[in-house]
DNA sequence: CGCCTACTTGAGCGGCATCAATGGGTGTGG
DNA sequence: CCACACCCATTGATGCCGCTCAAGTAGGCG
């Protein structure tokens, strides 16, 4: 790829369609036909990357559109009166933020990028007029809000009742998780930002995040440098974190459509 | 008097049209003509009411359709395989519910009545065939699964980030905007479920709740017996809670010794 | 009347925040 | 090239908020 050359984002987009997208089964488009994903294609705007700490939105702006991310990664976080801040999620690509602004047309969180960052823009009448005709998109536009609002409960399980340790076994299980959905490796990944906004994240000091950090490596759960992450062993991961771990916890085939 | 016949529910339904519903500026009807909610009218199914105890749907259970409270209260909450229970959230005459279940097609939580509640079906796959038809309906269902994703996050911020105080101020404050709009008294109400309910939601032990409420009593700011609630001194609240109050907040002549 | 559940109150402790100091990495300017 | 500033990460010391354990009280219902 040549250098980023700005009067070339329209052009280029042409080739950026979602069909072409590698992200696009765990996208908007997932499971759409291929004349539906053109017709989405149509409305959306690829803009110009974000570099690391620039912002999409912030939070008060005017609801236009929502987003969806094409490379990089975003933190949406909202700010009180009192200058404090409170991280509301981490976002990889594949995955859609503005979703809260919906109901009131005003952004209620900012988001900025954790590193250089590509947007999708889907401005949202149009992508409303699109669901109405598109019985599928409606559908995926509904579950992916629905995924949101299960996350956020699964969210506010962790914060009410797990500890610390809890809280960071099912964050890193997150992301490995969600890097193995790409096809990234699920075991080895770089995390795209700072202590400090994962412990914000958590509800926990940063300096609380060190020492867990350390006390994992201790116990030879991961190898961490810095944000260079290598778990070593996931199951005792997912054990802490509370949920199961794939087929070692079996004896009791509880419901077996598990996911 | 004639007592409760089953076979009449769905008789009675025609006179509980949504039309005719008081909630339906808070509900899913709102903003829709006449004509909309003659429809929305036709796919919703007014069910047997509920007893206190009695469960809407289970985790676990196929997902078939969204919910609305019509009158009495719900709570949904999930449960650990060890058998440990965390309350979701609390839902009052008006609001939905299943939303969270509408991804994977199961319901993630469980929702049960508080007291006597009466419901409203929605079977989904109904309701998003009208949706297609009726795009404020679509609109309408895409913002209350916002704001539903808005409630979350501001409700994670509060566990991140809020004391056992503030967050009992801003919950005792959502049941007093939630009463309000329904035009009942926001200062004087009955919560529907028992403490242990409320401090397991927050987060917080039930013991921690008593000595709350205890506080809050001696510092003037509601009186409380049993669920049995008085605010006297909402903009106490509303600034412990971190939210403006009107515009009493800066003219601070309320707060008289105690911090 | 006894049982059960909900609520209250007290005593003690532990997990995590806070405060403070240090070191490493990176960008900037002399 | 080094000096400096700044941010991020780490580590230790200390203290507090809210949990846990334990006991007692009150109300609902067979």
């Known amino acids: 790829m040549s250098g980023p050359d700005l009067s070339d984002f329209r052009v280029s987009s042409l080739r950026q369609a979602c069909a072409h997208c590698s992200l696009n089964q765990l996208c908007l488009p997932m499971s759409l036909s291929e004349a539906d994903i053109e017709q989405l294609d149509a409305i959306v705007e690829r803009k110009r990357p974000l570099q690391r700490g620039e912002h999409l939105y912030r939070g008060g702006d005017d609801f236009q559109a929502i987003y969806a991310v094409r490379s990089g990664s975003l933190k949406t976080f909202t700010t009180t009166e009192s200058g404090e801040e409170q991280v509301t999620g981490f976002h990889l690509p594949g995955e859609l933020v503005g979703l809260d602004a919906i109901n009131s047309w005003v952004h209620p969180c900012s988001a900025s990028a954790l590193e250089t960052t590509s947007i999708c823009e889907l401005p949202f009448e149009q992508l409303e007029d699109l669901a109405s005709d598109i019985p599928s998109l409606q559908r995926?536009?509904?579950?992916?809000?629905s995924k949101e609002i299960f996350a956020d409960q699964e969210m506010l399980f962790a914060m009410a009742r797990r500890s610390a340790e809890e809280r960071l076994a099912m964050l890193l299980l997150s992301f490995s998780e969600r890097f193995g959905r790409r096809g990234l490796s699920s075991t080895r990944?770089?995390?795209?930002?700072?202590?400090?906004d994962l412990g914000n994240y958590l509800g926990l000091a940063p300096e609380t995040m060190s020492r867990l950090f350390r006390r994992f490596q201790e116990n030879g759960w991961l190898q961490a440098e810095g944000r260079e992450i290598q778990l070593l062993d996931q199951p005792a991961l997912a054990e802490?974190?509370?949920?199961?771990?794939?087929?070692?916890?079996?004896s009791k085939q509880l419901s077996d459509g598990t996911d």
């Open 140 to 145: 995926q536009l509904l579950r992916l809000m």
């Open 189 to 196: 990944f770089r995390l795209p930002m700072a202590r400090s």
């Open 240 to 250: 802490l974190s509370g949920r199961q771990a794939r087929e070692d916890v079996d």
